[in-house]
Every structure is written in C-alpha cells, then in structure tokens.
C-alpha cells in the first residue's frame, strides 16, 4: 500500500486511488466542485489544484494518483493562491442570490469563498453575465444558469449513469451555458440526482423549492419504502413533516443514486387520510376510542372465537409493507400466543406500476418480501383462507399493512371474505379495506419507526426513527404487544431491538444479526453467507 505524506501527515492509501480520497482518509478536505465519486474524471474546474513536490506544476488532485512516497501540499503558498483565482473566476459571473436561492446552507461556493477566498469582488455588478433563471427543464427539476459553475456533473450524470444525455453545455467562454437540446425536456426516472450532485444552485426540485430552508431540517437515515430495492436514503424532516428524500451512499444496494418515485414517494405517508385513533364500527361509520378499550374488545373477540371454534378460527393477513420485526410479532402471536396456522403475505404492486430496469426500479413495490419469506412465511394463501371463511372454519382475520379491497377490488374482496364475523385491520391510512373493518388500530408509518427491512437482494437494513407517530399511532410491534397482554396477560418486547433479538434467535435467516449491528450499508441474511 502506497505511503503518501498530505500537509506533514503520512497516510496509507490503497493502490490507484487519487489525492482528493487519500486526504478524505486523513480527515483533509481538498475542495472540490467537478469531481463525483460516482462518475467519471473530467478535472474542469481546478478546484483542487495541489502542489505535489518534484511535480513543475501544480497538480489537479481529482486525477492525481497516489504513489509510494508522494509529498502533497494543500495548503501552500501557491495552492491558496491557486485556489483564490479559480474562486474570483467562478465568481465573476455569479448572481447575488445566496438570500433567494434553495442551496443556501448546502453551497460549496458559499462554503468555499468563506474558506477559500473571502475577498471582495473586483468586477462590476453591472457587467455580469445574464443567462436563464428558473427554467423548467423537465421531471421536476429547475434550473438557473447563471449559478452554473459548469461543473458537468449533470451531463455526466445523463450520459454515464442514466445514458440518456437530456443536458449538455452550449455557447463558448464565459457565455457557456447547461440547457437542453432544443425541442426538448428532461423525461427521466433518476433526474432529481442531478439535483443532489449539483454543488451549487444551479439545478434545484421544483417540489421542494422555496418550502423550507435546510438548516431547520433534521437528517435522518432510513430506507426507501417504494419498492424491494431497498434504497437508502436519508430523511429530511422538521417538526413531524417530511420535506424531502436524499439517497445515501450504500455500495451494496444504490451506490450513490435513487429513482425519483423513491424519492417522490414520502407525501403519501403525510396525507390527510392518516390514521390517529383507534377506530370501531358503531352501525355503519367507524367512531373513534382509546387504546384500553379497543384492545379488550379485540381480545375479548378473539378469545371467544378461539373457544367456540378452534384456534384456527383465526387468520391473519401480514402485507410486505411490514417491517421485519412487525411480521415476526404478528407470526409469534399467531402461531404461539393463539396456536393459529392460518397466517398468509400480500406482496402487491398496483396496476400500471414501473416494471424493472437495469439500474435501480423494481417491479415489485414492496420493501420487504423477501424478509416474510426469511421469516418463513408463506407467500401467498390468501386463497387458503378464503376458501377457510367459505367453509365456515375462519371467523376473525387480522390484516396489517394490506389493502385486500384494493387488490382484489370491492366485490372480490366481499365474495372471498364477505363472511367474517369480524376483521381488524393494522395500518396507518384509512384505505378501503379499513372501511370494511369491525375495528381499526393505527399504527407508524416507517420513518416513524425503528426496525429493519430485507431487500430482494437479502440485504437486512436498518430503519431509524425520524419522529414520533402521529395522534394515538403507535409503532404496529407496540400494538401487538399490548394485544398480546390483553390475551393472555404475559409480558412481550415492544423495543424493535428486542423483537429483532427474539427473531434472530428463532429464525435461521437472522441468526447472528442484531440490529445495532446492522450498520449504515445493512448485513446480509444468515443464508446468504459463505
């Protein structure tokens, strides 16, 4: 391994890597506009000029390879120089609009002129540039092309990643430009990563703009919901409300990207159908009730039919919505606390849904399918248990994070299940299959939660809590809990690191995970490992 020596520091570097990530490793920033991790080496902007000793010139350190031996200056003399006079070139042009613009707060032109630069403008104002402000290029994506700093980071993006080349730099000189081709929008699934790469304002989300200024929102890591991908994300939040979704790097999973669906998805866990109170049917409406009473009735319900009928007189419903530990509470509930084999999965995708692709996009939009199949659960037999309702032997089902209604559609759904004695359903909107239920419990949606999904590539990650449920919600393993109390009076965990303790002992596919352990970039099922 090449020893490199960065500002008096000697540092390990592994084989072929360049200046700006051997100094990352060493905790030395090497500023940086043109130079993305994930896409190829242009060296346009000479950020990242370094003086490299025996080198005549001062080196670019995006495409500078380490070599035994190396000495790199990045704070010399003729590197604050350098990096003066490429920040007044970049600046010259530049529009005053730090106080309207979006990237406020996240701007490297910001940040760097304050580490970098700090000197005053020596050209006129009236004699900048004027080029494009707050054009709508397409998918959602706004850009300003007098903020451009002609990094090409987004026509890399488009030609290297998506390979759809939707932008391109026009015109010559200090008149360049990004736009699109002429007669043409960007039409793109991945184009709000162009957005997050962007290191100045130039390409902002028209969703997002002007909504919220970054330094009040609060980051918190997660994982995208929108399909079994199983991206990882981070969630920006602020007082309970979710303002927007960021990929986070995960080499094993996204690499450094997401589909805009993903990142579009969050406004359908805030909308105004959101469960926040146990709900019962009273005639024909539901009303709202407390957590006690809703509990006694469910349990006095169940108990009643699991005497009369036989523990199989109960049936439950688990949609791959769920998380890890809230699948495995509801099959321990199931199969232990009431003795009952009838548990069946829902992994639906609606109709007209994106199919698969060769970068990100699944067909499938649900996180977890293959966590219920770790789990041992069936994959399917929904038609079991339709067949025990006609039979008469199912009386009670119990349906979490599955809307049957609009899978199957009103009248399939009222000829297979439309003699129940009773449903209750787990979930965090009302949707029409809570419309159908004797009784509603809400619980979190899963930025609201602690807990795990397992991805179709058997990837466990971790989900963090970014904020509390809303109302009454409560996380679905807390109410399955405090159900498994009201049956039998035991005690249950209702701590997601205790449920996932419970479940990596008694299930071989988690055996050996813990979910502290899972880490930023997740660990994969037991069976997978060599």
């Not at 760097?112 to 709508?136: C, T």
């Not at 080499?251 to 990207?257: K, M, S």
């Not at 809307?403 to 299940?417: A, S």
């Amino acid at each position: 391994m090449p020893k490199v020596t960065i500002d008096g520091r000697e540092i390990d570097a592994p084989e072929g890597v360049n200046l700006i990530q051997a100094a990352e490793r060493a905790g030395i920033e090497i500023p940086h506009y043109c130079y993305h991790p994930g896409l190829s080496i242009v060296g346009n902007c000479r950020m990242c000029l370094v003086e490299v000793e025996k080198a005549p010139k001062l080196q670019i350190a995006c495409n500078t390879r380490v070599a035994d031996g190396m000495v790199v200056h990045t704070k010399s003399e003729r590197t604050i120089r350098a990096q003066k006079a490429v920040l007044e070139f970049l600046l010259i042009n530049h529009p005053i609009d730090c106080p309207v613009c979006d990237q406020a707060g996240e701007c490297k032109l910001q940040d760097y002129y304050m580490d970098y630069d700090a000197q005053a403008s020596r050209f006129p104002l009236g004699k900048k540039n004027k080029k494009g402000k707050a054009i709508d290029v397409g998918s959602g994506v706004m850009l300003d092309q007098e903020r451009c700093v002609l990094c090409a980071r987004c026509t890399r993006f488009f030609d290297e990643i998506t390979h759809t080349s939707e932008l391109a730099i026009f015109q010559r000189g200090d008149h360049c430009e990004v736009d699109t081709y002429p007669g043409h929008k960007v039409d793109n699934k991945y184009a709000g990563n162009v957005v997050d790469i962007c290191p100045v304002g130039a390409l902002t989300e028209k969703d997002f703009r002007f909504r919220m200024r970054v330094w009040y929102l609060h980051r918190t890591p997660s994982v995208c919901a929108g399909c079994e991908r199983g991206c990882s994300i981070d969630v920006y939040h602020h007082r309970g409300r979710i303002y927007r979704y960021k990929p986070r790097h995960n080499p094993a999973v996204n690499g450094y990207w997401m589909c805009d669906e993903g990142r579009h998805g969050f406004p359908a866990l805030q909308n105004e159908t959101r469960l926040t109170a146990p709900l019962v049917q009273d005639k024909d409406r539901l009303v709202p009730e407390g957590w006690a009473p809703a509990l006694r009735r469910l349990a006095s319900r169940i108990l009643e039919s699991g005497n009369a009928h036989g523990a199989n007189s109960i049936g439950a419903v688990i949609g791959a919505q769920s998380t890890n530990e809230e699948a495995f509470a509801l099959k321990h509930l199931m199969l232990d606390t009431l003795g009952s084999e009838r548990v069946a999965t829902v992994s639906w995708s609606p109709a007209g849904a994106s199919g698969d692709d060769e970068l990100l996009l699944r067909a499938n939009k649900n996180p977890n399918t293959r966590g219920l199949a770790a789990l041992g659960l069936p994959a399917h037999g929904l038609d079991a248990l339709a067949d025990a309702v006609a039979a008469g032997e199912l009386k009670i089902l119990i349906v979490m994070r599955a809307d049957l209604v609009r899978m199957l559609g009103e009248e399939e759904f009222v000829r297979r299940f439309g003699a129940l004695d009773y449903m209750v359903v787990l979930d965090t909107d009302a949707n029409e299959t809570c419309q159908m239920a004797n009784q509603v419990l809400p619980i979190a949606a899963y930025p609201e939660i602690e807990g795990s999904f397992t991805n179709f590539q058997g990837r466990v990650q971790r989900l963090h809590q970014a904020f509390p449920p809303p109302g009454q919600a409560l996380p679905a393993i807390e109410a399955l809990a405090r159900l498994g109390h009201a049956l039998d009076g035991g005690a249950r965990p209702s701590a997601a690191k205790d449920v996932f303790a419970q479940m990596a002992d008694a299930e071989a596919g988690f055996r050996g995970l813990t979910l502290e352990a899972l880490g930023p970039d997740g660990a994969e099922l037991t069976g997978l490992r060599p």
